[in-house]
């Protein structure tokens, strides 16, 4: 076959398996928006849940989901990022990186209901902080940690050594080159981490079952239970409660995601900008 047929019938392939993704995506999207956007109003949005979720609105859901995320996020930043930095910054390859190395892709391949169980025999019954916002939070930041150690590394190493050399040659300590130099350069690949951890904490399902509770009742501590929104339209789709409630929690879900998305990338490139 001709080289440049070839290239061609390669490039269309290409473009084809291209289009087909964002076809899909957008099918997804298109379809969960049309159903669910017309059941979004005020009340959905500030009232309970009431009669088993077939009536009110979500707004306890809307809480609970933000609580958990926050509470991963805030436990799972600093671990995976600091275990990052460890990697890249402080130690050369030896057994020991290669052992933190395989423990995270491990971690990653965990399915979530595993993640679920030790989530509840640990932090519900053996810490007895029952389910909780704070037991799903912390399960959650376990699941979250390996993505956010993988990305951050990643993004770390992306760094060039030039920038690092510069911060010595003129004086700087290892912890004045890594927060002044390696981090702003590193932000935005470690954003995206922290981002892809906040994806997966709002639309996870089974740990938060097992360890966070599916009460409907607005949550008032991080020791209250709750139910996040993935969970509610969970249930309601499984149990056939209210479709039409599942549409608009499921649409209510697709947008927040983006808004988090957006607002992440935002704030990444503002601070960016202003180092610069």
């Known amino acids: 076959m001709n080289p440049s047929t070839s290239q061609r019938i390669a490039k269309v392939v290409i473009w084809a398996a291209a289009l087909l993704v964002i076809a899909v995506l957008l099918a997804i999207l298109l379809f969960i928006l049309i159903k669910g956007v017309p059941q979004i109003n005020w009340q959905f949005l ?60 491990s971690l990653a391949g965990i399915p979530s209901i595993v993640f679920g169980l030790f989530g509840f025999i640990f932090f519900v019954m053996y810490l007895k902080l029952g389910w909780s916002i704070l037991s799903g939070g912390l399960t959650m930041a376990v699941m979250i940690l390996p993505t956010i150690i993988r990305t951050s590394e990643e993004a770390i190493r992306t760094v060039p050594a030039p920038f690092r050399d510069v911060s010595f040659s003129l004086g ?31 639309a996870e399902t089974a740990a938060v079952i097992l360890t966070a509770g599916s009460a409907l009742r607005m949550p008032t501590s991080l020791f209250s239970p709750a139910r996040t929104m993935a969970v509610h339209f969970y249930i309601m789709a499984r149990e056939g409660i209210s479709i039409d409630k599942a549409y608009g ?24 900008a202003k180092g610069k």
């Open 172 to 202: 700087g300590t290892k912890w004045q080159t890594i927060v002044r130099a390696v981090f702003p350069s590193a932000l935005p690949g470690i954003a995206v981490g922290v981002i892809l951890g906040i994806g997966r904490c709002v």
């Open 249 to 272: 929690t499921a649409a209510l879900l697709i947008i927040l995601i983006l808004i988090i998305n957006v607002g992440a990338n935002l704030l990444v490139n503002r601070f960016v």
């Open 46 to 105: 500030t009232q309970i849940p009431r009669n088993m979720g077939r009536d009110g609105g979500i707004s306890s859901t809307i809480v609970g989901t933000l609580l958990v995320t926050a509470v991963a996020v805030l436990v799972a930043t600093p671990f995976g990022v600091g275990t990052a930095f460890y990697l890249t910054e402080y130690t050369k390859e030896s057994r020991i990186t290669r052992i933190i190395r395989f423990s995270a892709e």
